[in-house]
Nanobody
Framework: QVQLVESGGGLVQPGGSLRLSCAASGSIFSINAMGWYRQAPGKQRELVAAITSGGITNYADSVKGRFTISRDNAKNTVSLQMSSLKPEDTAVYYC?????????????????WGQGTPVTVSS
């Protein structure tokens, strides 16, 4: 069993900054890629940023230069530092992780999602 727990969402003014964090726990053997997605009201979920286990990153064009993704492999966490926030960044942000898991009776490879943390950018 693997769980992802997000934190850091909230209300921020345009131009402000916010840092999101996500921690993975459970029967983890290894974590491959981790990333952040977001879903605005009435829109599909979209990739915001992703990072491999080796630290290679990828960003959506809309956030490039403003957001920074990072991870701590020892702590099984991934963070998203968001700066110069715009109203169009308003969405529920979801953590995602590609994980090899194993417990006493079984093993597997799956993608996991957090429950989401809302970010509202408004004056």
């Amino acid at each position: 069993q693997v769980q992802l727990v997000e934190s850091g969402g909230g209300l921020v003014q345009p131009g402000g900054s916010l840092r999101l964090s996500c921690a993975a726990s459970g029967s983890i053997f290894s974590i491959n890629a981790m990333g952040w997605y977001r879903q605005a009201p009435g829109k599909q979920r979209e990739l915001v940023a992703a990072i491999t286990s080796g630290g290679i990153t990828n960003y959506a064009d809309s956030v490039k230069g403003r957001f920074t993704i990072s991870r701590d492999n020892a702590k099984n966490t991934v963070s998203l530092q968001m700066s110069s926030l715009k109203p169009e960044d308003t969405a529920v942000y979801y953590c995602n992780a590609e994980i090899d898991w194993a417990d006493a009776t079984a093993w597997g490879h799956d993608y996991y999602w957090g429950q989401g943390t809302p970010v509202t950018v408004s004056s």
